[in-house]
């Protein structure tokens, strides 16, 4: 009885050693291919997307399948030259693959195949960003310090308590852009500061960078 035990044992290892080693041949598989229309919005926007097992804070293009009513966020599409102020439409193929080798064994790439139209417009009905709460809301808020030195100094002070120079109810990160890292400040999913925030406010006012300064505790 034990004898066959043992060789029962031996055959499993055996078969699940050389499953592992024809997986590992293999190497990687593509699991899903398609091709289809994207509108790429005039400009860029903060999202959130997820790699090498993490979010990262980047911006992203608002795009949206034919027949869509909202917008949906793509971090990237290979080969594809955006020109900000300027809506695309777009043909791109969407190849899903899968390597065990890979620190991220399953992942998807987007590629350009088509420029179908660009047109010169601001694209209508774009969310302030695509950042979901989640990805913010336990995020440290800046702490505002003061010191006074006055002969009525309780004025002073109650002003900066009511008068803040920066909102300290916002959450504040830097993220990547394509022309170096930007600021922004986030409490919700309309109220947003930042130097895209002020373009967009003040598209006639040549905004190149707003700079700002701050105290927060480090996570």
């Known amino acids: 009885m034990k004898t066959k035990n ?5 055959l499993l290892f055996t078969f699940t050693f050389i499953s592992c080693d024809k997986e ?9 291919y398609k091709e289809y229309v994207l509108t790429v919005a005039s400009e860029m926007k903060p999202g959130v997307i997820w790699s090498e097992g ?5 911006e992203v ?8 009513e909202g917008w949906d966020a793509l971090g990237g599409i290979g080969g594809f030259e955006f020109e900000n102020g300027y809506e695309y439409r777009i043909k791109i193929s969407e190849t899903s693959y899968l390597d065990y080798s890979m620190g991220q064994p399953a992942w998807t790439e987007h590629e350009l195949l088509e ?3 660009k047109e010169k417009k601001a694209s209508e009905g ?16 800046p702490k505002y310090r003061y010191a006074v030195e006055a002969d009525n100094k309780e004025v002073i002070e109650g002003d900066l308590k009511n008068h803040s120079i920066l909102p300290l109810e916002y959450h504040y990160f830097y993220y990547a852009h394509s022309e170096g890292p930007k600021w922004l400040a986030i409490k919700d ?3 947003v500061l930042g130097t895209a925030h002020y373009k967009s406010k003040y598209p006639d006012a040549g905004v190149k960078a707003v700079v700002v300064s701050y105290a927060i505790e480090k996570n």
């Open 115 to 117: 420029v179908i139209s």
């Open 6 to 10: 043992l060789l029962g044992v031996l």
């Open 24 to 32: 590992d041949e293999e190497g990687r598989k593509i699991t899903d």
């Open 126 to 141: 774009l969310p302030k960003h695509f950042i979901p709460e989640a990805f913010y809301k336990d995020k440290f808020l």
């Open 54 to 58: 993490r979010d990262y804070l980047k």
């Open 189 to 191: 999913d309309i109220s």
């Open 61 to 68: 293009y608002p795009v949206k399948k034919e027949n869509a």
